[in-house]
Structures are given as C-alpha cells and as structure tokens.
C-alpha cells in the first residue's frame, strides 16, 4: 500500500510518501515569520505557494525509488485541528490530487498522527502518550475505540506557554529551547504556581508569575524554575494515567518533547514505576508529513476513508471524535 499524505496545520508544509514498513520520501517547507509569532494568513499564503512545488519534488524523489503516481492507493491530509486557513489550504491541494488521480481522500487527525508515528518508530505498544507542542498539551491512551483525553490543559498548550513567557522576556521565537538553555545556569528554584485541576492543567497563571518573578529574580533561576514547575504538572498527569489504566509504557510526543530535562523527568517517573519509557527521534516529534501518510495509510487499511462531500476540515477536531478503526483489541 501507497498513501501519500499532507501535514500543514500550522507553520509546516510537508508531505511524504509510506508504506506499511517504509517512508519513501518526505519534503518539506516550513513558513518562517518574519517576527512574533505565526500568522494564520500568511501561514496559509505560504502553504499555497509552495503546495505545488512541494507535491512534485515529493513526486520526483519517489519516482527515483521507483514509485509512480499511479501507485498511490490514497490522499491523506490533516483536517485538523489547527489554524483554518492553513488546513484549507491544504485540504485543497489534497481534493486535487485525489481527483486528478482518481484515489480516495483520508482526513486524519493531527493528534493522532503525532502518537501514531510514535508507536511506529519506538517499540511502544499501547502507551500513555504525553502529547506537549505549541498549541496542544493531552495526556491520551486507547481505550475501547477511541484514544482517550485523560488530561488536558484548559487555556494554552506547554509550548506556546513557554514562547509567551520567553517573548516577554525578550527571547527570540521559538522560546522553548532558550528557556531550555537559561535553565542550565539556574542557582535556585523559586516557587511559581502548580494548577492542576481534576486530571487538567493551566499553564498560562505560570506564565503570567514567571514573567513578574524576573523583576526579583534572574531569568536563568526564572527559566529553570518554570520548567521545573511545568514539567512536574504534566508529568503528575501522566502518572496518574498510568495509575488509572494499568498500562506500562509512556510515549512522549510533539515539539516541547525534545526538552531533555522533561525526558528526565518523565524517565524517573517511568522508572519508579516500573513502566518503560518511549521517544521517537526528533524528527518525528514535530509537525511532518510522514505521521499523517502513515496515520492515513492505518485509516485506509481498515476502510476509513471519506468523500469529498466529507473532507471539510474541522480547526476544533478532537482526538476523542475519531472511531479508531485501525487497532483490532485482541492483537493488544
Ligand atoms: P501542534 O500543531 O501539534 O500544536 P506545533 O505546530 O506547535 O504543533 P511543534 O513542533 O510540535 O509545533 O512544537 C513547537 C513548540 O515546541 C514550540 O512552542 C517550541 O517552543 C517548543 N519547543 C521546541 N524545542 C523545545 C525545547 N527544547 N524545550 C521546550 N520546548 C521546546
Ligand atoms: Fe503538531
């Protein structure tokens, strides 16, 4: 089977080709904005730019490995969630191809393609995924049918959270990984505010007092304490859902994953609790084309795909909207 499949929800442009066992090319544009954060019109201008170019290199590169066009069983694109001028530019460049070649479309779930790569590329089986990128922080696990949303937070995701502070600090864009850096500078922890509600969380009342805190305190001990304070939230929520499931295995996903000290943390939380601990390679973490051809290429197998009456996109998708049709209980 050939699926070719289309990432655009946010800043990057990237469609890849896959097989059961093989990714046979990926290419990818990323939207760069010139200052602040990401534009949703430009964004989606970006992607209508390069859409075309894009799909024809990724064409190239496979027909130098020998697949046609004509090989290709089905479309995947992400129909979201995400920024919705961006996931219609998209979606259209993926009815196009769909129709031109005369396969059907399949409208994959962002979420769940960051957690299916994951199960792809480690030898995780059926974890608790901890899902932290710019827009989205989900604590997920499956369970009859669906992967279900243990925690989730209620105002913004880790990753933007983290920018917003950095911003104000006066950090380049993305902020994540400076925050990382500051951190490892750090002499002392200064206390911020845990919220944690039910199995949720809230991140922005962090950023807001972290932001104060630099009046008092240097922003390496502020960055080190944010991170310590943050990290140990969704790491709680994590393990609770260990707790809850019974399940023995934590996969990390999404771009706030490449954060070494929260891999240190969650792989201390794993360890105490005799559970294994699961992080594909980078570049599999963030946005890219290869996790929704492959989520696409799981949905075709098991006859989820949709008409065109049915590819509109969905900026509010849910991860727990989707029947999970690919994953049969008793191979668990
Ligand atoms: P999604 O659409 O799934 O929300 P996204 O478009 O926000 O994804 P990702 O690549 O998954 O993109 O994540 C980007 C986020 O990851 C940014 O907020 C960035 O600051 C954060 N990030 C990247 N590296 C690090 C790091 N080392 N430590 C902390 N955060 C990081
Ligand atoms: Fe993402």
């Known amino acids: 089977t050939f699926i070719l499949g289309i990432e655009g929800t946010a800043w990057n442009l990237s469609a890849a080709i896959v097989t059961e066992t093989e990714i046979i090319a990926e290419v ?6 010139e200052k602040g954060g990401i534009h949703p019109r430009e964004a989606a201008q970006h992607h209508a730019k390069y859409a075309a170019g894009v799909i024809k290199k990724l064409l190239a590169e496979a027909k130098q490995n020998g697949i046609e066009p004509s090989d290709l069983d089905g479309i995947a694109f992400s129909q979201g969630p995400g920024l919705g001028p961006c996931l219609r530019t998209v979606a259209t460049a993926a009815r196009m191809l769909g129709l031109s070649l005369g396969i059907p479309l399949i409208g994959v779930n962002h979420c769940i393609a960051h957690i299916e790569i994951g199960i792809w590329k480690t030898p995780a089986k059926d974890p608790v995924v901890l899902y932290v990128s710019g827009a989205n922080s989900q604590v997920i696990s499956y369970m009859e049918g669906r992967y279900r949303v243990f ?18 600090a006066g950090l380049p864009h993305p902020g994540g990984p400076k925050i990382e850096a500051y951190a490892k500078e750090a002499k002392r922890y200064i206390p911020l505010p845990y919220v944690i509600k039910g199995m949720d969380l809230s991140f922005s ?3 807001t007092a972290a932001s104060e805190a630099l009046r008092k305190a240097s922003l390496e001990d502020v960055c080190y304490s944010y991170q310590e304070t943050a990290f140990a939230m969704v790491v709680e929520v994590a393990e609770r859902a260990l707790a809850h499931t019974g399940k023995k295995e934590v996969l990390l996903a999404g771009g706030v994953g490449a954060n070494t000290r929260l891999r240190e943390m969650l792989n201390e939380m794993c360890e105490a609790r005799g559970a294994k601990f699961y992080v594909p390679e980078k570049r599999f973490m963030g946005d890219n084309g290869t996790m929704i051809a492959y989520t696409g290429l799981l949905m075709y197998k098991s006859g989820n795909t949709i008409s065109l009456e049915d590819s509109r996109v969905n900026p509010s998708f849910r991860t727990d909207d989707v029947k999970v049709t690919w994953i049969k209980e008793e191979e668990m």
């Open 205 to 207: 009342g962090l950023s």
């Open 28 to 33: 990818t544009e990323t939207y760069k904005p």
């Open 151 to 168: 925690g989730e937070t209620l105002d913004i995701g880790l990753g933007n959270a983290l920018d917003k502070f950095a911003r104000g």
